[in-house]
C-alpha cells in the first residue's frame, strides 16, 4: 500500500536518490549543496508556504512532490509544484498522482489562486498525468544560457542543520 505523507528531516538521503534519478532523466547535472539549501529552505520554514510531500511504500521513499506559494505583486497567489520525481521501480504505480492530490489540497487549504508546474521535454509521461489531473498547457519556456549557474558558488556554514 502506498501512503503519501509530509517529509521529515530523515528522508533527506532517500529523496536524494530520487533527485539524482531526475537530474540522470533530464541530462541534468546534479548540485548538491543547492539541493541540501533547497531542502532545508523547505523544511525550516515558519511561515509554512512549501510544501513537500514523500510516498512510502513499504517502509521505502518512492516519491517525492515539492511545492511552493508565490504572492505575485497584484496580491495574487499562485502554488507552484516544483518537482514531482518518483523511483524508477514505482512508476505506473500510481504514485505521482497520489502525490499531486495531496499537494493540490494543501495549496488549495493555503487559499492559492491557481497552481502552475513546468514540464521538461523529456518528461512526456508527466505532462500526461498533469493534463489528466485537470491542469492546462499555457505556454512554452525557452532558455538560453548566457553563463555557468551561480549555485556551486553556494556554500552554507558548517552549522546550519
Given amino acids: 500500500m502506498i501512503e503519501v505523507r509530509r517529509f521529515k528531516k530523515t528522508d533527506i538521503e532517500a529523496a536524494k536518490r530520487l533527485m539524482v534519478q531526475l537530474c540522470e532523466l533530464t541530462n541534468t547535472e546534479f548540485n548538491e549543496e543547492r539541493w541540501l539549501w533547497s531542502i532545508k529552505m523547505r523544511l525550516y520554514d515558519a511561515l509554512k508556504k512549501n510544501g513537500m510531500f514523500v510516498a512510502m511504500e513499504n517502509d521505502n521513499l518512492i516519491g517525492l512532490l515539492m511545492a511552493d506559494i508565490t504572492i505575485e505583486p497584484t496580491g495574487a497567489s499562485n502554488g507552484y509544484i516544483k518537482s514531482v520525481i518518483i523511483d524508477e521501480r514505482a512508476r505506473g504505480k500510481g504514485v505521482g498522482q497520489k502525490l499531486l492530490k495531496e499537494a493540490i489540497d494543501y495549496l488549495t487549504t ?4 491557481t497552481i502552475l508546474v513546468n514540464v521538461r521535454g523529456e518528461t512526456e509521461r508527466a505532462r500526461k498525468l498533469y ?9 512554452r519556456v525557452l532558455q538560453y544560457t548566457v553563463s555557468k549557474s551561480k549555485a556551486g558558488d553556494l556554500t ?5 542543520v
Fill in 110 to 113: 493555503m487559499d492559492v489562486d
Fill in 131 to 139: 493534463e489528466k489531473m485537470g491542469f492546462k498547457e499555457l505556454y
Fill in 156 to 160: 552554507l556554514p558548517s552549522d546550519y
